[in-house]
């Protein structure tokens, strides 16, 4: 509050709040020729190309967020030779984009989450691959801002020139003005064995592995967070036989890490998402599998603080008015990930033999278009399906590539066409099935998740000034952990999760007494998230 004007029963809190200075999705693209590393045979012609992100750089200049990273690409082709036609090899991209954001400063924090990733590629010559990876990213730029609001009101205020108390009146609201945040990763090993399924022959030879994570449950205790898992796999191999057929075979191997967490307790809401690292394939025998998969494990964990605002002072006396600040607040509405099917109908074209057998399919989600409907979020995008098979009895390979398009529908109540969403769209699973000598019908498992998230201003009060020359009966000054770092000599620190006067104090290079003294705190136990502490 200002010098020439202290009510009694007005309280201040110092909260620390993340002002959303952009928000904006845009597109990068990483470009570049891989070569078939020896003894890798030539290539006739390309399968599949997948693609991975990992962001390793993000920084900001004036009006530009500068994102780098790493794009690891997969490709599978059928070879020239004719004994084992079907092969893979990996790669590397550099990833570097400029995403132009105006008004935003270097301090600033920049925020990049990869939303889809979109690979193409061509045959330049036998042993040559141009590749092109489409990335899409959504840039958030946050200010740490630390403002002081009024928590508390008097129900009366006494004027010196007024026989009667005045009432104010208060207009209050509940909002998250802060939330706070937990990371961590842990990684490790997920081993197991597949067997080869009766229907099918045994193997003489790996050709490659795929493998997904996925995460079954999340369970949060104190000081850490427990994540099981599974590791889908697809094998690619070669048959015993003489002519070398292409098979195909699906596992899964379970997995469970233990992310460590200080100050994360029972109750909070934790996120986990697995990446695999690596994985390789060894032969027991003719019928058995060994999986072994790196698994990385990255968990959030974060707490949504709901502080009630006074947002508006009425009834106030004539020689006192409200001090206003306008909050930025992004409020969530809802997040939701849901598994939906795509069903469609794939003609081979007459260019190439009929359908033998179908060895296996692959799949890639595009999404174009991302809406936001009354109590619902509309993702559309297009499928870039690929179907893998031979034609009999030759065991030939051949593939044949198209693209479909889909519309995934998640529900989120109280999304309104005015709010912001975003969304993602993987490939959990495809399966192929030959209906006639030219016709497959190919079912794509998608998982879904959207958020809708609206931006808010809201009026908060902050102080209440005197104007004219009314005097306010005086009150006890402001406690020393409401003061500026210029007015008690010390700094401010916010209570985040985790802290204990403590760590506080080494941090600082201080005590926990000099703390508890400068801040006249009754148990040095309890100190709440949010709280503002004077370091002396």
């Known amino acids: 509050m200002s010098e020439d004007c202290v009510i009694s029963g007005v309280h201040h809190k110092k ?111 036998p042993r040559t691959v141009e590749v092109n990876v489409l990335v899409t990213v959504r840039v958030k730029v946050l200010r740490e801002q630390v403002l002081p609001i009024v928590t508390e009101v008097p129900k009366t205020i006494i004027v010196p020139t007024v026989s009667v108390p005045v009432v104010p009146v ?27 399924p009766p229907d099918k022959p045994g193997l003489s030879g790996i050709i490659r ?51 460590d967490l200080p100050g994360v307790e029972t109750g909070m809401f934790a996120f986990a998402a697995v990446q695999i690292e690596a994985v390789d394939t060894t032969i027991v025998d003719s019928r058995t599998l060994r999986v072994r998969a790196v698994v990385k494990v990255s968990v959030v964990v974060t707490v949504e603080k709901e502080l009630p605002l006074v947002t508006g002072i009425e009834a106030l006396p004539p020689t006192l008015v409200p001090v206003t600040q306008d909050f930025l607040v992004e409020e969530i509405i809802g997040q939701v990930q849901d598994d939906s099917t795509v069903t469609v109908q794939v003609i081979i074209p007459a260019t190439l033999p009929g359908i033998g057998r179908v060895i296996q399919s692959f799949a890639q989600a595009r999404i174009a278009k991302t809406l936001v409907l009354d109590g619902a979020i509309i993702v559309q995008g297009t499928l870039r399906i690929t179907i893998l098979f031979s034609e009999l009895p030759s065991q030939r390979v051949f593939a044949h590539v198209e693209t479909v398009p889909f519309s995934v529908t998640l529900r989120i109540p109280g999304a309104v066409p005015a709010f912001f969403g975003t969304a ?98 009754q148990d040095p136990d309890q100190i709440a998230v949010g709280d503002t502490l004077v370091i002396p």
Request: charged content about 15%.
């Open 15 to 125: 909260v620390k709040v993340e002002v959303i200075v952009a928000d904006v999705s845009a597109s990068i693209v990483a470009s570049g020729r891989l070569t078939v590393p020896p003894p890798k045979p030539d290539i006739a012609s390309i399968l599949d190309t997948g693609a991975k992100v990992a962001i390793t750089r993000v920084s900001v200049v004036s009006g530009t967020v500068v994102i780098q990273g790493d794009v690891t690409v997969d490709i599978t082709y059928v070879s020239t030779e004719p004994s084992q036609p079907v092969h893979f090899f990996e790669g590397t991209l550099s990833l570097f984009g400029n995403v132009n954001v105006p008004g935003i400063l270097p301090g600033m924090t920049p925020e990049v989450a990869v939303t889809s990733v979109y690979a193409t590629s061509h045959l330049v010559d």
């Open 170 to 196: 208060v207009k209050r609201r509940v909002v998250t003005v802060e939330r706070a945040v937990l990371q961590g990763e842990a990684q490790t090993v997920a081993v197991g064995t597949i067997s080869i």
């Open 209 to 259: 592995t795929s493998a997904a994570g996925s995460v079954t449950r999340t369970k949060v205790l104190r000081g850490k967070v427990v994540v099981d898992g599974v590791v889908s796999t697809r094998t690619l191999y070669v048959g015993l036989s003489p002519a070398q057929p292409v098979f195909s075979v699906d596992g899964a191997v379970t997995f469970s890490v233990i992310v």
């Open 424 to 521: 993602e769209v993987s490939v959990v699973r495809v399966e192929a099935v030959p209906v006639e000598l030219r016709t497959v019908n190919v079912r794509a498992t998608l998982r879904g998740w959207g958020m809708v998230t609206r931006i808010d201003t809201v009026p908060t009060v902050v102080d209440i000034c005197s104007q004219g020359t009314g005097q306010v009966q005086p009150g006890p000054p402001v406690s020393s952990s409401t003061q500026s770092p210029s007015s008690s000599g010390g700094r401010i620190h916010v209570v985040q999760i985790g802290d204990t006067l403590f760590r506080i104090a080494q941090r600082y290079g201080t005590t926990v007494n000099a703390i508890v003294q400068a801040n006249n705190i």
